[in-house]
């Protein structure tokens, strides 16, 4: 079985921050690091070389593999904010009904820019992706 590549990391959550290009998105990506800190309560910390996690949970999934994964965190990727709600969506629709404009896979929700959200809803579904893995079951499929 392979190791998981993406581990959390002492590199600086801010300095990585400071390197995203464009200032708008820099600037949401500040406002999403203190949205999550406040509602996590959590320490941020840099997972692999350009995520920002929050919290940590243990997983081991039906196949054998285990190791410990980020209850919730953001990236700026070159088209979108992926924001990573560990929990999933599957009881969410009525809040992404809310939310404003955004795209969503398995565990990622991709905005362009922070303006298009609510950032309320925003909130309550980073509480639900920490509060549904703190004691709830794993995913295997978070990578």
Same mark, same amino acid.
């Given at each position: 079985?392979s190791? =998981?590549?993406t581990? @959390?990391?002492?590199?600086?959550?801010?300095?990585?921050?400071? %390197?995203v290009?464009?200032?708008q998105?820099?600037?949401?990506?500040?406002?999403? =690091?203190a949205?999550?800190?406040?509602? %996590?309560?959590? @320490?941020?910390?840099?997972?692999?070389?350009?995520?920002?996690?929050?919290?940590?949970?243990?997983y081991?999934?039906?196949s054998?593999?285990?190791g410990?994964?980020?209850? %919730?965190?953001?990236?700026?990727?070159?088209?979108?904010?992926?924001?990573?709600i560990?929990?999933?969506?599957q009881?969410?629709?009525?809040?992404?009904?809310?939310?404003g404009?955004?795209?969503?896979? @398995?565990?990622?929700l991709y905005?362009?820019?922070?303006?298009? @959200?609510d950032?309320e809803?925003?909130k309550e579904?980073?509480?639900?992706?920490?509060?549904?893995?703190?004691?709830g079951?794993?995913?295997?499929?978070?990578?």
């Amino acid at each position: 079985m392979s190791e =998981l590549k993406t581990r @959390v990391n002492d590199a600086s959550v801010e300095g990585f921050l400071n %390197t995203v290009e464009n200032p708008q998105k820099r600037q949401d990506c500040f406002e999403i =690091l203190a949205l999550m800190q406040e509602v %996590t309560g959590e @320490v941020p910390r840099m997972w692999g070389d350009s995520i920002v996690g929050f919290g940590s949970y243990h997983y081991k999934g039906a196949s054998g593999r285990e190791g410990d994964w980020m209850l %919730t965190g953001f990236s700026p990727r070159k088209q979108n904010l992926t924001v990573y709600i560990m929990a999933g969506f599957q009881d969410s629709q009525v809040l992404l009904g809310k939310l404003g404009k955004h795209s969503t896979s @398995v565990s990622c929700l991709y905005i362009k820019k922070l303006a298009d @959200v609510d950032k309320e809803v925003l909130k309550e579904l980073i509480s639900r992706s920490g509060g549904g893995l703190r004691g709830g079951p794993p995913r295997e499929d978070h990578r």
